[in-house]
C-alpha cells in the first residue's frame, strides 16, 4: 500500500521531467547574475562589508516577493481547473481523501519552486565571503523564503478548493496575501497604541509576514522574535492545508444553474464589471473604438489596482527611511534617496504586471475558443493587436507617466540642489545619466514585454508560464549583458578611458540593450503578423523554447558533420 499515492506519482513524474533541472539552473544564474550586476555597479564606491550586506538584502526582499508571487500563482488554479474540467469527481470515484488531493497539487505544483529556490541558498553564501553577513542570516533567510513559499501556495490551494474560478481564485489569494503582509502589521500598530497594558500588538504581529524588516538601509534584516514567527505562519500554513482539505470534497460538484432573471450578475460580477446599466453604456463606448479593447478591459478596477499597489509601494518605501532614520529632515535632498527607491520599485511592479497582463486575454480568448470565432468575422489580427495595446495603455500609461515624472523630479533635485548626500554632490552628471539611462530602457522594454506578452499568450498551453516566460525572454538580454560586461573585461577598459565601471556599464547596457529589446520587438510583431492565425487553431502545438531551437540546431550539426 502506498501512502499519498499521488503525492509518490507526482514526484515521480517531475523529478524525471527535464524542466525541473533547468529551473534550478536558471535561478542560479539569475542570482548569480544579479550579484554581478551590483557589484559592477556598486563595486568602486561602496566598501566590500556593506556591498556584501546590500547584495544579500536584495537577493532576500527578491526572493521574498518571488515567492508570493509565484506560490499563489503556482496554486490558485491547481484545483479549479480540475472542477472545470469534471475530472475531480472522477477522483472522488476512488479511495482518494482530500488530503491526498491537495497534497498531491501541493508536490507537483511546489516541486519546481522548491528546487529553485534551494538554488539561491548558495549565492546567499557568496555574500559572507564579502563580509556583513553571519552565517546564521544565510540559514534564517533560507528558512525564511521557504516558509513563505509554503505558506502562499497553502492560500493558494485553499482559494482553488473553495472557487470554481481561476481569477477569482487568483484575487481571494492575493487578498489573503495581502492582509497578512500588510493588514497584519497595520492592526498590530493600532493594538500597541490603543492596548499597550495587554501586549495584544505583540501577539498580533506574530501572524503576519513579518520575519524580516523592510529596512533597506542599516539595522538587521531579520525580526527579533523570528523563530516564532516562522513558527507561526508554518501552522498557519498547515491550517490552510487541513481547510482545503475538507472543503474539496464539497466543492467538487455542479452547482444548479442561476436563476435566469439574475444571469450572470452576482454580487462579485456586479462589482467587478458593473451593473447591467453600467455595463451597456461601457459596451456601446469601447465597441465603437475596438472589440478586442471592450474584452480586454470590461474589468473595471484593473488601472486602479495599479495605482493602489504603486502608492502602497511608495508609501513603504519612504515608511522603511523614516524607520531607518535616514529621512529625519525633510527637504529636497533628504527626498533624493527614497524617490531613487521608490522609482525602482514603481518600475519593477510595472513591469511584471505588463508581464502577467500582456498577453493573458488573448491565452483566456485562445483557451476558451472565442478567439478563433473573433477571426472568422470582420475583425482582423492587426484591429486584435490594436485592442489588446489600447486595453494596455488605458491600464499602465498614466502609471508610466509617473515614473516618468519621478524621473524628472530626481533630475531636477541633483541638478539644482545645494547640498546632496554623501558622494553624490560631485557626481552629479553621473546621477543624472544614471537616471536617464534606466528610463529609457525601462521604456522600451515596456513596449517588448507588450509584444512579447501577446505573442506567448497565442503561443504558449500553459498559462502560469505566460508570466514568467514573457518577463524573462524581455529581460534575459541584460543579464547577458551583464555576464559579457565582466567576461570581457570592459570594466578595465572603460577605466583605462578615464570612465568608472558604472558608467561603462551603463553605457554598454543602453547600447546593446535597446538593440537587443527592438529586435525582440520586431521579431514578435512579425511572428504575430505571420503566424497568429495558424497558432490560434494549434493548441496542441509545443511551443518553441531556446532550448528546443538550441537542440535542434545541434541535431542538425551533428548530421553535417557525419556526413
Known sequence: MTILPIVHRELREKVRHPRTSWSRVSVALGAVLMYSLVSIATGSVIAPVALG????RLLIVSGFLACIIAGTRLTSDSLSSEKREGTLGLLFLTDLRGYDIVLGKLASNGLLAFYALMAVAPVLSVCVLSGGVRGLEIMQGTIGLLNTLFLAMSVGLLTSAISENNRRSESAASLIIVVLLLGIPILAHFADQNFKQLQAGSIIKLFGLNFFRFSPIGGPIFSGDFWTTTMVTHLQAWLFLGLASLRLPKKWQDKPARHPNRGGSGPWHAWIYGDRETRALLRRERL??????????????????????????????????RASGNLS???????????????????????????????????????????????????????????????????????????????VAVIAITLLSEELPNGWSDERGKVVFTVVTILVMVGINAVALGWMGMWLGVRLRDRRRLTASTFSNVWLPTLMITTLFSLLGLPELFESLGLTSLTGFLIFWLTFGSTAALMLILWARRQIRDNFRVMTAQ?????????????????????????
Open 329 to 407: 529632515q525633510v527637504d529636497s535632498a533628504a527626498l533624493l534617496a527614497p524617490l531613487m527607491l521608490t522609482g525602482g520599485m514603481w518600475c519593477l511592479i510595472l513591469h511584471l504586471w505588463i508581464a502577467a497582463n500582456a498577453g493573458n486575454t488573448i491565452f483566456a480568448a485562445r483557451s476558451n475558443g472565442s478567439l478563433e470565432l473573433l477571426l472568422s468575422t470582420p475583425v482582423s489580427v492587426s484591429g486584435i493587436v490594436r485592442g489588446q495595446w489600447l486595453a494596455l495603455q488605458r491600464q499602465f500609461g498614466k502609471p508610466l507617466l509617473a515614473v516618468l515624472s519621478l524621473a
Open 539 to 563: 493548441l496542441d502545438e509545443r511551443p518553441d523554447s531556446l532550448g528546443r531551437w538550441l537542440g535542434e540546431r545541434y541535431v542538425q550539426l551533428r548530421r553535417r558533420l557525419q556526413r
Open 288 to 321: 465603437d473604438v475596438n472589440p478586442f479593447y471592450w474584452l480586454a478591459s470590461r474589468q473595471r478596477f484593473k488601472h486602479t489596482a495599479v495605482w493602489v499597489v504603486m502608492t502602497l509601494a511608495a508609501v513603504a518605501g519612504f515608511a522603511s527611511f
Open 53 to 56: 550586506r546590500g547584495i544579500f
